[in-house]
């Protein structure tokens, strides 16, 4: 197998050519759409003055999507400490995370003194989902260069979750904690519009709605929701913009008191389906899951190239993965 000699992306990735020094055209490209300084910082500016445009008196200012990983539980910590919001941390739990995760929110959310909103959907119908999603591909082509179809389904669920939360309660920002090499620096802030949530929601929910019916409705967005622009809300990337550093994160959060689950896989902090999905991907398509985000973690220099490749060693069977396979499967 072909890797960049730059990045980590074998030749098994879509679209991938390489130049005659091994140099695949994502890093190429990249090269020239490369994101300085200077705009980070004005994006960061921008976010500020969005807060003392937004921020209440009292109730919550935020929604947060937490799921008591790494980067999410950092990121709850800087909301509330470096700019004085009052996030409301939700979870959706798709029965899969860790318990060391539950441990983790139950710690962090304590200690910061922010509510917390956990949601866990009928088992049933996420096990319908998953199982179908480990054998088929259930979104486009272009998903394939970013996460397995249980990866996209579950992150589905989240973000029309969070959205709908905010437009009900009427809370002016949904927050992610998506790494810098899972969202363009272009997503920072955004304005949500009826349009581009329509636009959003149609090119996920219609596989889902297809696999369980109407059960799976009330986490994605109605035409009530949508109705007044001006109640809908900012979505928010905040590491787009912000300094993002893995081994300066873990040390904040292990001070906070979080700790490492030790039934996940090196591509995870708090879900034990990753190992599971990430396996049945690689021995569909030849190529991780995680090969896009790690390759654009390279590339920023957030991760050394020696890592990454560790990180993309391909998943092998297990006892985890095992069991994995008999709870989704079973019956």
């Known amino acids: 197998m072909k890797i960049c000699s ?16 091994g140099i695949c055209n994502y890093c190429q490209r990249a090269e020239k759409n490369r994101t300085d ?3 980070k910082r004005q994006l960061e500016v921008r976010f500020n003055k969005l807060i003392d445009q937004l921020k209440r008196p009292s109730g919550h200012d935020c ?7 790494k980067d999410s539980s950092y990121l709850l910590d800087l909301l509330v400490h470096r700019f004085s919001l009052k996030p409301l941390a939700t979870t959706f739990d798709n029965w899969f995370l860790s318990e060391t995760a539950f441990k983790n929110m139950e710690l962090i959310t304590k200690s910061l003194g922010v509510s917390h909103l956990h949601i866990r959907p009928p088992f049933e119908m996420m096990r319908k989902l998953f199982r179908e999603g480990s054998y088929a591909q259930l979104y486009s082509k272009k998903s394939l260069e970013r996460a397995s179809s249980i990866c996209t389904t579950c992150i589905s ?4 979750l969070c959205l709908r939360l905010a437009i009900e309660k009427d809370i002016p920002m949904v927050i992610f904690g998506f790494n810098p090499a899972q969202i363009p620096f272009s997503a920072g802030i955004v304005k949500m519009s009826p349009y581009f949530l329509k636009t959003m929601q149609k090119i996920v929910y219609p596989p889902i709605q297809k696999i369980v019916g109407d059960e799976a409705q009330p986490f ?6 949508l109705s007044s622009a001006a109640r809908l809300p900012y979505l928010v990337n905040p590491f787009a913009f912000l300094d ?14 979080w700790y490492h689950a030790t039934d996940v896989d090196s591509n995870s902090t708090n879900c034990r389906l990753n190992q599971y999905s990430n396996l049945l991907f690689f021995q569909q398509y030849k190529f991780h899951p995680y090969s896009s985000e790690i390759a654009s973690m390279v590339r920023k ?19 985890m993965t095992a069991t994995i396979r008999e709870q989704l499967h079973e019956g």
């Open 301 to 319: 220099g957030l991760l050394k190239r020696e890592e990454g490749l560790r990180r993309l060693i391909p998943p092998e069977e297990n006892l």
């Open 220 to 225: 994605f967005l109605e035409e009530r929701h």
């Open 6 to 21: 730059k990045c980590v992306l074998p030749d098994t990735f879509p679209g991938i050519t390489f130049n005659r020094q």
């Open 37 to 39: 300084q200077e705009q």
């Open 63 to 69: 929604i947060l999507a937490f799921s008591g990983g």
């Open 244 to 257: 993002y550093q893995e081994e300066k994160i873990f040390s904040h959060i292990r001070q906070m008191g």
């Open 157 to 160: 669920f989240v973000r029309f």
